[in-house]
């Protein structure tokens, strides 16, 4: 005999609120709203934007903008970003020139050149970020530059383009710990990324490198990525706390306290990072302009 017993639904996962150190005002005002209206004007797209940085405000008003070059489809699908996937569209061969005559119009006096993944381009765009580089650089002879570029698969070629046209600073994230790559990163490799450091470094570069905590890592693996860092000469590491973009996206497994942060701060410090930059809302270009 079967019972006619009520359904009970068991209701979804809660999101966990947001302490108050991660509240912060969106950007707004006239000279913000200029800036957008000039972005858009030459069709181009800013990380500070795409990625919901808590920090754009701050970062547009002290002269510094992350542009993002390649369109705005990336081939990847890493479980913590908030650019779309998919298949990207034809590059645009103007867009090296549009990017470093919105630097002139805006003032720039540090820009952060990054990208989407172009995994189906055979250079992977490097070609791109090469020539955006070199027009940036006659526009604005006075701006320095840093680049913010994807592990190109581990392909040298391709790294070797970028540095030949001779950036400030070379920029390339870790993002998290090797365990958690198949669920974060699931088409990047954790040696990739410090072969690029590697590299770079290798070349007289100034290297810089950026970690997301509170995805699930734990204390010794995050401190043993930062001994490997540390071991590649890495200049400069920036320490943040994971925001869930939207509810596809991965949750945050905690939030760091200020407190941790401070102390992951003076660990980097002592293992010998020439700058370190952390807290919770501490992105990649967080006073990137202080770093050259």
Known sequence: ????????????????????????????????????????????????????????????????ATFMILGDTCTRSCGFCSIKTGRPNALDPDEPRHVAEAIFAMKVRHAVIT??????????????????????????????????????????????????????????????????YRKVRPQARYHWSLAVLR?????????????????????????????????????ILTLGQYLQPTKAHLPVHRYVLPSEFQELHDIGIEMGFRIVEAGPLVRSSYHAERHV
């Open 115 to 180: 990208s989407v993944d172009r995994d189906e381009l055979k250079d992977g765009g490097s070609m791109q970020f090469a020539e955006t580089i070199r027009q940036v650089r006659n526009f604005n002879p006075g701006t320095t530059i840093e680049v913010l570029i994807p592990d190109f698969k581990g392909k040298a070629e391709c790294l070797d383009r970028i540095l030949e046209a001779g950036p400030d600073i070379l920029n390339h994230n870790t993002e998290t710990v090797p365990s958690l």
């Open 1 to 64: 005999m079967l019972l006619d017993l009520p359904i009970v639904e068991t209701p979804a996962p809660q999101r966990q609120p947001r302490p108050a150190w991660l509240k912060v005002k969106l950007p707004s005002g006239e000279t913000h709203d200029h800036l957008r209206r000039l972005i858009r004007s030459k069709s181009l797209h800013t990380v500070c934007e795409e990625a919901r940085c808590p920090n754009m405000g701050e970062c547009w008003n002290a002269g510094t």
């Open 199 to 235: 590299r770079a470094k290798q070349a007289g570069f100034q290297t810089k490198t950026g970690i997301m905590l509170g995805l699930g890592e734990e204390r010794e693996e995050l401190l043993s990525v930062m001994r490997d860092l540390a071991e590649e000469k890495v200049d």
